[in-house]
């Protein structure tokens, strides 16, 4: 692309300020910020207008959910099941790991972060660990796929060569990038990351599928017979992944998707909660629970909306073939975005300040027919990384790491 083909491109979209500072720019950074202006998609930023408007949510009613003491009962089962899976290679695991983490601080990618303290415990590390349990008892690798995006990507694959996989075999793990964004303050503008460069974020980890089929991992995931893959995040370092009684729960329950939940503390708990939406799975946010809805009882006298998801799902395949055609819709989520000022110096906020635009997972699950909202023991297998100190951080996730006998 060259700067006229530019500049008519942005002025369709009313981003010509993003030539601002181009006369300034070496031949390099010239080329590069056109060749970002060709692959960036402006359109984007249109969902701004539409930002206020009601969710158009369908009618929500509760869902049955799979509960520990029916799991116990049947674990022995639901095991054999998930474990014949598993040695079968019937299940891979994707780890969504392209977020910024900019709430936890650091500009590294979380999954460094070593939350240690007489030794070395990397985030990675504790996840690798947790399906490495799976891997002793099954004998059979599991194949995993660890999505990055362009900000971290670079340092996500070299952190995993130089601490040699911790005990993962390489040729089982392959990493592959996320799409982009542009982020834009409050007014729908672009922003400048420095002067040859649109200021980008990850587009929310709802593409993962889409980005593992462009970067033909899908291929690769037919190739090897896999028919069920765990998506799980990168913060929640207590979580089992690829868990045998998760899967076996599943296959028997003939869904198209797992959702491991865990019962929330109180009605008031911050946290999106599983749901039928017109009938079909869905996942309602805390805010959009009415108090009438979350006080609700059942006939059983507990509450109707009372499991939260932990972002850790075992998806079909082949049900995520069917809705892959499918545009799931851009969320309009305040950040804080690294920019530029009015005279080009960069700026590094303490506050949030524009927007950037997120594909999400729990519109995937609202595509599908039917969902098994599976519960785990909350103090088990959920100790999310979110913020530095406080909830969700790293004091309380090694608090939990603690009771569970991991050494810090
Ligand atoms: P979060 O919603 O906590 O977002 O991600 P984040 O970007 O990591 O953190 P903040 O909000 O900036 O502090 C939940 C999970 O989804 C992944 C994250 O890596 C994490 O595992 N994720 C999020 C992606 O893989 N890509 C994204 O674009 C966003």
């Known amino acids: 692309m060259d700067y006229q083909q530019a500049i008519s491109k942005l002025e369709q979209y009313g981003q010509s300020h993003l030539l601002k500072f181009f006369d300034q720019l070496d031949e390099r950074q010239k080329e590069s910020l056109l060749a970002q202006i060709e692959e960036t998609d402006f359109s984007v930023v249109k969902c701004l207008e539409h930002k206020d408007e009601a969710g158009g949510r369908g009618e929500i009613t509760p869902i049955t959910c799979m509960q520990v003491d029916e799991i116990q009962r049947e674990k022995e089962r639901f095991d054999a099941l998930g474990m ?13 790991a392209g977020g910024m983490g900019t709430r936890l601080g650091s500009d590294a990618p979380k999954g460094v972060y070593n939350i240690g303290i007489t030794k070395e415990l990397y985030i990675f590390e504790c996840l690798i660990r947790n399906l490495l349990e799976v891997v002793d008892r099954t004998g059979v690798w599991v194949p995993l796929f660890i999505m990055t995006s362009d900000k971290n990507h670079e340092r996500t694959v070299s952190f995993f060569k130089e601490h040699q996989f911790f005990g993962y075999a390489p040729d089982k793990v392959w990493f592959f990038k996320q799409e982009m964004a542009p982020a834009v303050d409050y007014r729908g503008k672009v922003y400048l990351e420095s002067k040859g460069k649109i200021s980008t974020s990850p587009n929310g980890n709802g ?7 462009r970067n033909g991992l899908l291929s690769k995931i037919h190739e090897m017979g896999v028919e069920w893959l765990n998506i799980f995040a990168v913060d929640n370092v207590l979580q089992k992944i690829a868990d045998p009684a998760f899967v076996g729960a599943v296959l028997d329950s003939h869904v198209e998707v797992g959702a491991k939940v865990v019962r929330k503390s109180d009605p008031e708990e911050k946290v999106g909660v599983m749901c039928l939406e017109d009938g079909k799975p869905s996942i309602v946010e805390y805010y959009e629970l009415t108090e009438e809805m979350r006080y609700e009882k059942n006939h059983k006298g507990e509450y109707s909306y009372n499991f939260g998801v932990i972002l850790n799902y075992l998806f079909s395949v082949k049900a995520l073939e069917r809705i892959m055609s499918h545009k799931l819709s851009l969320h309009v989520v305040e950040k804080k975005i690294n920019c530029l000022d009015e005279d080009g110096n960069e700026i590094r906020p303490e506050e949030p300040n524009g927007y950037k635009f997120e594909q999400l997972v729990l519109d ?3 595509d599908l027919d039917s969902c098994l909202p599976f519960e785990v023991v909350r103090e088990k297998e959920f100790a999310p990384i979110k913020n530095a100190t406080g909830k969700d951080s790293v004091e309380t996730a090694r608090e939990l790491l603690r009771k569970n006998g991991v050494e810090l």
Do not use: D, P
Request: charged share 15%.
């Open 207 to 213: 593409g993962w599928f889409i980005s593992l089929e």
């Open 84 to 96: 014949e899976a598993l040695r079968n290679c019937k299940v891979g695991a994707v780890l969504l």
């Open 364 to 366: 995937m699950i609202h």
